[in-house]
């Protein structure tokens, strides 16, 4: 069974930085596009930051400038790292991760269960 946990969230001070970690582990011939998404409590799930296997990345405006994806292909996990944290990024994070099981599915998501950043003022 597929997994992705994430790690690295906490509580820091405005201003400051956090790195978020999320390793997929599980059976899959190909790992896809993978993302990082948040939710801030009474607010809708919305996408911080995504990378597609060849390495091109897009950001919501809010973060571009403060946070950036990567990803290592060769321990299939997928980091962001972020500075100059709001309280406004406050939420719960949660990684997707796209990816295949060759011949029995393609492009089927997965989600971890999520890592919560409090940002204090």
């Known amino acids: 069974q597929v997994q992705p946990v994430e790690s690295g969230g906490g509580l820091v001070e405005a201003g400051g930085s956090l790195r978020l970690s999320c390793a997929v582990s599980?059976?899959?011939?190909?790992?896809?596009?993978l993302g990082w998404y948040r939710q801030a409590p009474g607010k809708q799930r919305e996408l911080v930051a995504a990378?597609?296997?060849?390495?091109?990345?897009n950001y919501a405006d809010s973060v571009k400038g403060r946070f950036t994806i990567s990803r290592d292909s060769t321990k299939n996990t997928v980091y962001l790292q972020m500075n100059s944290l709001k309280p406004e990024d406050t939420a719960d994070y949660y990684c997707?991760?796209?990816?295949?099981?060759?011949?029995?599915?393609?492009?089927?998501?997965?989600w971890g269960k999520g890592t919560l950043v409090t940002v204090s003022s």
């Open positions: 990378i597609t296997s060849g390495g091109s990345t």
């Open positions: 599980g059976r899959f011939s190909r790992l896809n596009a």
């Open positions: 997707n991760a796209n990816l295949d099981r060759a011949p029995y599915f393609y492009g089927r998501d997965y």
